[in-house]
């Protein structure tokens, strides 16, 4: 079996909400969405909104808790510039900041939002990431 994640999904309160805040960021809505998910193309994954109650229900699990829930997405960008840029879209959106853009100890530029659920997005600019003209990430 090839290693792989076709599906990210986020648990939302609002899929609407989600929907336009991720919209606000440039991602554009699969046409195989509907009122009750909301998939986005992601360079060959796909990010998934669906209701919360509902995702923990289908996994068997409890209603979500508070606090970090041990997941951050990343998104690599091409400059050290485009990290704080990203984030001011991302709190524009709805979002809000996390951490503003920072240097971490391993080199390059670093901060974070979340979404309007809480979601948090690490942005980076890491100068041992090569970013593919299809947005793929390498080392």
Same mark, same amino acid.
């Given at each position: 079996?090839?290693a792989?994640i076709?599906f990210?999904t986020?648990?939302?309160?609002?899929i609407?909400a989600?929907?336009r805040?991720?919209?606000a960021?440039?991602l554009?809505?699969h046409?195989?969405s509907n009122e009750?998910?909301?998939f986005?193309?992601m360079? =060959?994954?796909? @990010?998934g909104?669906?209701?919360?109650?509902?995702?923990?229900?289908?996994a $068997?699990l409890?209603?979500?808790g508070? %606090?970090?829930g041990g997941?951050?997405?990343?998104h690599n960008?091409a400059t050290?510039e485009?990290v704080?840029t990203?984030?001011?879209?991302a709190v524009a959106?709805? =979002?809000s900041? @996390?951490?503003?853009a920072?240097e971490p100890?391993?080199?390059?530029?670093? $901060?974070?939002f979340?979404?309007?659920d %809480?979601?948090?997005w690490e942005v980076?600019?890491?100068?041992?990431?090569?970013?593919?003209?299809?947005?793929?990430?390498?080392?």
């Open positions: 079996m090839r792989n076709s990210i986020l648990g939302v309160t609002d609407a989600s929907t805040f991720y919209q960021l440039g554009a809505k046409p195989r009750h998910i909301t986005f193309d360079s =060959g994954q796909m @990010l909104l669906f209701n919360v109650a509902s995702l923990a229900e289908d $068997g409890g209603p979500r508070e %606090g970090f997941i951050a997405l990343a960008v050290e485009d704080q990203l984030i001011d879209q959106a709805g =979002g900041q @996390l951490r503003p920072s100890p391993w080199g390059g530029l670093r $901060g974070y979340a979404d309007p %809480g979601h948090p980076a600019c890491n100068p041992g990431i090569t970013i593919e003209s299809d947005g793929r990430v390498s080392f």
